[in-house]
């Protein structure tokens, strides 16, 4: 049988074909209620950025009353300042390792390595977003940046890669360092005037910012209004050990295909960049918990934190578990007896006016 010749026209506006190959069932959306996971976040991220900022202040006082001779206001040396030592923490650690024995000298910093990578085991890298100052202003910085220019940029993969693997590099570097030290080494590099005073020499590295380190810092903050945490993305060592900790965490962005309406929120929120909206499981070391791929998602049950079997870790589990672990250690040191370095006032009246004039030993 000929066929008509009506077959061979293309097909008119009222032909009909089946639903499914005219276009993908759109799935029905079940809006996801919103929740306060930010709020919580933003909570813990400004609480700790005044707690740094107090640590600061009070840390140059203590130094001030030094370098003038005691004429100037007396206050306590603040231990926590020590968080801002990550290779005397290391060190510290090592020897703790090696000998047994809690080191006296700059041990606060050992207490707070052990605290982060705790957290980071439990619910992923979360320090790099609840808790670093540095990480909460990058943030400010490149949201501060998609309000003024509308948008953030991201570097062609070719490039993005090799960068991110400076921090890594950075980090092998430092690890490599210390690995390479005994514990007498590391005895005598901290109760050396070098080690005593190297938090007095970081402090006096912001003090007396030479030119080359303020061009540095400015296309830093420059760098990071225009690429989303460009610092902590490409550069950031203690972030690299963190977010290798946080690859063995329990705890998982994971995605219900049944649930999710492909509309991509998720990725397009990742500060990352993570491509969450085609995983089943988020296990790269960049995701920090910031759950901003959770607030975006609109369908319900579509996107959560969650550990094993699928059990939902909300905001308000995962501020708990940072706050135990953090206290806990805090706690645990002061109890003990390690928390603050107690040496003689009368070193610290000789080396602090001279900190800058020590050498590496």
């Known amino acids: ?11 008119s506006r009222s032909s009909k074909l089946p639903a499914s190959s005219r276009r993908p069932t ?7 209620q919103p929740d306060d996971s930010q709020l919580i976040r933003q909570s813990f991220q400004v609480g700790f950025l005044l707690l740094n900022l107090w640590l600061g202040a009070q840390f ?4 001030r009353y030094y370098e003038t001779g005691g004429a100037t206001l007396r206050v306590a040396r603040p231990a926590g300042v020590e968080g801002w030592l990550p290779i005397a923490a290391l060190m510290n650690l090592k020897y703790l390792v090696l000998t047994g024995d809690v080191p006296d000298v700059h041990a606060a910093g050992m207490f707070l390595l052990v605290a982060f990578l705790a957290i980071s ?19 400010w910085l490149w949201q501060g940046g998609e309000a003024i220019f509308g948008r953030t940029f991201k570097a062609p993969r070719w490039l993005d890669l090799p960068l991110r693997s400076l921090k890594y590099i950075l980090m092998g570097l430092f690890m490599y360092a210390v690995a390479s030290m005994s514990a007498d080494d590391i005895r005598g590099f901290l109760t050396s005037p070098y080690g005593v005073v190297a938090d007095v020499r970081m402090l006096n590295f912001f003090r007396f910012l030479g030119g080359t380190g303020l061009v540095v810092i400015c296309l830093l903050l420059i760098a990071s209004v225009f690429v989303r945490n460009a610092w902590c993305r490409y550069l950031c060592p203690y972030g690299a050990m963190m977010g290798l900790a946080s690859l063995l965490s329990p705890a998982r962005i994971r995605r219900e295909p049944d649930a999710c309406i492909d509309c ?16 089943l499981t988020v296990k790269s070391a960049e995701c920090t918990a910031c759950l901003l791929c959770v607030t975006a998602c609109p369908a319900e049950g579509a996107l959560q934190l969650s ?3 699928r059990r939902e870790l909300p ?3 995962v501020a708990t578990a ?24 009368a070193l610290y009246f000789d080396v602090i006016p001279r900190a800058n004039q020590f050498s590496h030993p």
């Open 315 to 317: 905001a308000w589990a």
């Open 121 to 139: 085991l439990l619910v992923r890298k979360a320090f790099c977003s609840w808790l670093c100052p540095v990480g909460t202003l990058s943030e």
């Open 60 to 63: 140059y006082l203590w130094v």
């Open 1 to 11: 049988m000929t066929p008509s010749w009506k077959s061979f026209l293309p097909l």
């Open 26 to 32: 759109r799935k029905p959306l079940v809006r996801r």
């Open 307 to 309: 550990a094993p079997r």
């Open 264 to 279: 991509a929120k998720c990725a397009t929120a990742c500060p990352y960049l993570l491509p969450v909206d085609t995983l």
């Open 322 to 345: 940072i706050a135990v672990i953090f206290f806990g250690a805090v706690g645990y040191a002061r109890l003990g007896g390690y928390w603050h370095t107690s040496l003689p006032e």
